[in-house]
C-alpha cells in the first residue's frame, strides 16, 4: 500500500514537472528511470552524454519491479534500464514499452559485502562465515521487486543456508539501499551488486556467477516516451564503446 502510495506521488510529481516545462520543450530534461545499480555508473556517464550532446538527463533510480509498476500506471519517463531483461519483456508485451527499442546493456554481479578487514571468505566459508554468531543481520534487496535480491536468494538456496538464516535477513527497497544497510552499520554484511562498491572502505567477495541466474540487464522506451529520438541517443551512447568501457569500470560485465 505504502509502495503504492508512493509510486503515485512520484507520477504526480513527474506529471507537474512535464506540464510545467512544456512551455519550453527544448530545455526539458531526458527523464530516465533506471535501476538502483547503476547509480555511480550512469552517474558519470550522464555527465559525460550531457556535455557532448546538450541533451539534459534526469535520473530516478529504484527497484526495478517498483519501476515497472510505475511505468504500468503511466508514469511519463522517456527510457528505463532495468536490471533483468524479464521486466521489459513484460512491459513490452504490455505495450508499455516500444517492442523494438529494447536493447542489453550489461550483466550484473553479486558481491558479499562485510567489514572484517582480515576476513578472506574462500571456498565454503562464505556459508560458515553467515551462519556463525558473529553474523546478527544480512541485507539483501527484496527478492519479490528486485533482480539482485532474487539472485541473493537463489545464491543462499544453492548454498543451502537459505533456511537456516532467514531470519537474519533485512530486507530493503533495492539494491543501493541494501549496500547503504552495510555501509551505515545497520547490517553486518550484505549481498550487494558489484557496480556499488567502488568506494567502499569495506571488504568485499565476488559471488560465483554459477549460484544464481544470470542478471542479464536490458533497457527500452516507453510508449508515452516524447522524446524517441534523444533516448535513442542515449542507448547508442550507452551501448556504444565509451559507455560500455564506463559499466566496465563500474563491474558490469558486458552481453
Known amino acids: 500500500m505504502i509502495n503504492k502510495l508512493i509510486g503515485t506521488l512520484f507520477i504526480l510529481h513527474v506529471f507537474i514537472l512535464t506540464g510545467c516545462t512544456n512551455a519550453n520543450d527544448e530545455d526539458e530534461p531526458l527523464y530516465i528511470a533506471a535501476a538502483s545499480d547503476l547509480y555511480h555508473a550512469l552517474t558519470e556517464a550522464g555527465e559525460e552524454f550531457t556535455n557532448e550532446t546538450g541533451i539534459p538527463l534526469e535520473f530516478t533510480f529504484g527497484s526495478t519491479g517498483l519501476i515497472t509498476q510505475q511505468i504500468n500506471e503511466g508514469a511519463p519517463y522517456d527510457l528505463f534500464l532495468a536490471a533483468h531483461e524479464s521486466y521489459i519483456d513484460e512491459l513490452i508485451e ?115 556467477e554459477a549460484a544464481h541466474e544470470p542478471i542479464i540487464q536490458a533497457l527500452g522506451i516507453p510508449a508515452v516516451s516524447s522524446k524517441e529520438e534523444e533516448s535513442k541517443q542515449f542507448i547508442e551512447y550507452l551501448t556504444g564503446k565509451r559507455g560500455q568501457e564506463i559499466l566496465v569500470k563500474y563491474g558490469f560485465d558486458l552481453p
Do not use: F
Open 94 to 208: 504490455q505495450e508499455a514499452i516500444l517492442a523494438d527499442s529494447k536493447h542489453y546493456y550489461a550483466i550484473g554481479r553479486n558481491v558479499l559485502m562485510y567489514e572484517e578487514e582480515s576476513l578472506l571468505l574462500e571456498s565454503g566459508q562464505a556459508q560458515q562465515y553467515l551462519l556463525s554468531d558473529e553474523v546478527g543481520t544480512i541485507a539483501i534487496a527484496n527478492p519479490e521487486h528486485a533482480p539482485y535480491g532474487k539472485a541473493a536468494k537463489e545464491t543462499l538456496e544453492s548454498w543451502g543456508i537459505w533456511e537456516q538464516i532467514e531470519e537474519k535477513l533485512v530486507y530493503a527497497e533495492n539494491i543501493r539501499q541494501a549496500y547503504q544497510y552495510v555501509e551505515s552499520g545497520n547490517a553486518d554484511v550484505g549481498m550487494v551488486a558489484l557496480a556499488l562498491v567502488s568506494d567502499t572502505d569495506y571488504e568485499y567477495q565476488l559471488v560465483d
